[in-house]
Nanobody, 127 residues
Framework: QVQLVESGGGLVQPGSSLRLSCTTSLLTFDNYAIGWFRQAPGKAREGLSCITFRYDTKYYSPSNPGRFTISKDNSENTVYLQMNDLKPEDTAVYYC????????????????????WGQGTQVTVSS
């Protein structure tokens, strides 16, 4: 059973920063890409960014604010989403998900058909 666990969300004021973490139980994490998604109230879930464990390739979707940066720590099986200068419109449930990425596939795109999903972490930006 593959598990992904998000953490680091919370209630913050506009202009604050948060770093979300996604820790995985993937035994062969080199074969996966991890993506970050968010779902705001009343809106569809959108893909923000993804990163491949094997090649360290990063992709940022047009939906990703330029204030958000994805990174990883292979030794910790963890992917991060650094979010700076948070705005009220960033309020959402943030999810991470894993996509099987065969050897030789260097890129990733955050899509809804990822194989495994975390339970989500709430980020609320409010004064």
């Amino acid at each position: 059973q593959v598990q992904l666990v998000e953490s680091g969300g919370g209630l913050v004021q506009p202009g604050s920063s948060l770093r979300l973490s996604c820790t995985t139980s993937l035994l062969t994490f080199d074969n996966y890409a991890i993506g970050w998604f968010r779902q705001a109230p009343g809106k569809a879930r959108e893909g923000l960014s993804c990163i491949t464990f094997r090649y360290d390739t990063k992709y940022y979707s047009p939906s990703n604010p330029g204030r958000f940066t994805i990174s990883k720590d292979n030794s910790e099986n963890t992917v991060y989403l650094q979010m700076n200068d948070l705005k009220p419109e960033d309020t959402a449930v943030y999810y991470c998900a894993a996509d099987y990425t065969p050897y030789g596939v260097r890129g990733c795109i955050p899509k809804e058909n990822y194989d495994f999903w975390g339970q989500g972490t709430q980020v609320t930006v409010s004064s």
